[in-house]
């Protein structure tokens, strides 16, 4: 008889699942943009802290954003066997009918919360939904096309902030832009990492059909093009504040191509991705001098 984890290793086995580190970050973004990019200055703090609307509508985001990792882990069990064997959870602590319904239930709520926010909202959720499922199912497994999807749906989380609150729009895209640009370079470098136990599965992933060495060509004109086209921006938006925002993080930018340059081990392609979440979270600190 197979003996039944403990209630513990239960919970943090799910809060492992559905990754409340990177919930936590979204949470944060969220309520950043609100305070920093969308509410005037001199705004009440505990107002927008307080605002009903931002509540549901982070919580909206955050349910089908762990649904979305729930279905994923689902779909990748055999392949994360390999490629990560110590961050299974689907299998171990989790039976996979009890993930699944936990998909479902999150999705559920997620839709019917933005539902009563906005039609529009609502329908950024039903989309993202659905993305999630056919990138886990499918699109994860393509060249180039399961990177937008991931990188789209990161700069959903601050373009659905746009759609509601229809507040400094232009702030908004940029850093949504940002969101997008970083996500996508990271989901590139994840898939350099895994190409080993993704290759057996027959997944065509860019490093699995173009190599390594024209996969990081690659990156290095997007990581370019994407630096000159937010000065371009913010030179259009004549914001001196982004411009120096945006020198500051060429620091970290050219560390990063640096580091890919002489990247050659899963082990350097994982310090990688980790250094583009720190990006990330400098980006996003940024938003408090925009």
């Given at each position: 008889m197979t003996r039944r984890p403990p209630l513990s290793a239960f919970i943090v086995g799910?809060?492992?699942?559905?990754?409340?580190?990177?919930?936590?970050?979204?949470?944060?973004?969220?309520?950043?943009?609100?305070?920093?990019?969308?509410?005037?200055?001199?705004?009440?703090?505990?107002?927008?802290?307080?605002?009903?609307?931002?509540?549901?509508?982070?919580?909206?985001?955050?349910?089908?954003?762990?649904?979305?990792?729930?279905?994923?882990?689902?779909?990748?069990?055999?392949?994360?066997?390999?490629?990560?064997?110590?961050?299974?959870?689907?299998?171990?602590?989790l039976k996979r009918r009890v993930a699944m319904g936990a998909h479902q239930v999150l999705n559920v709520v997620g839709c019917v919360v933005g539902l009563y926010l906005s039609r529009w909202v609502f329908l950024l959720d039903v989309l993202s939904v659905t993305l999630l499922w056919f990138y886990s199912a499918n699109f994860k497994r393509q060249p180039f096309v399961g990177n937008l999807v991931v990188a789209f749906l990161t700069a959903l989380s601050l373009l659905v902030l746009a759609v509601y609150y229809r507040q400094n729009v232009d702030l908004l895209l940029?850093?949504?832009?940002?969101?997008?640009?970083?996500?996508?370079?990271?989901?590139?470098?994840?898939?350099?990492?895994?190409?080993?136990?993704?290759?057996?599965?027959?997944?065509?992933?860019?490093?699995?059909?173009?190599?390594?060495?024209?996969?990081?060509?690659?990156?290095?004109?997007?990581?370019?093009?994407?630096?000159?086209?937010?000065?371009?921006?913010?030179?259009?938006?004549?914001?001196r504040h982004l411009d120096l925002i945006f020198l500051l993080m060429l620091a970290p930018i050219a560390w990063l191509v640096y580091r890919l340059v002489r990247a050659d081990t899963k082990r350097d392609f994982g310090y990688l991705s980790q250094l583009c979440k720190i990006i990330m979270l400098l980006g996003v600190g940024s938003m408090i001098w925009a």
């Open positions: 799910f809060l492992r699942l559905i990754r409340v580190q990177n919930l936590l970050i979204v949470v944060l973004t969220q309520y950043l943009a609100r305070l920093c990019l969308i509410d005037p200055p001199g705004s009440s703090l505990l107002r927008a802290l307080l605002d009903p609307a931002m509540l549901l509508l982070t919580f909206s985001t955050v349910c089908i954003a762990a649904a979305g990792y729930i279905i994923n882990d689902y779909f990748d069990v055999k392949i994360d066997i390999i490629n990560k064997p110590e961050r299974v959870i689907i299998g171990r602590y940029i850093y949504a832009s940002f969101a997008f640009v970083i996500t996508l370079v990271r989901e590139i470098i994840k898939d350099m990492e895994d190409v080993r136990g993704d290759a057996r599965f027959g997944c065509r992933t860019l490093p699995i059909i173009w190599g390594i060495r024209r996969t990081k060509t690659f990156l290095y004109v997007l990581i370019a093009s994407f630096i000159a086209t937010l000065f371009i921006i913010a030179g259009d938006l004549g914001n």
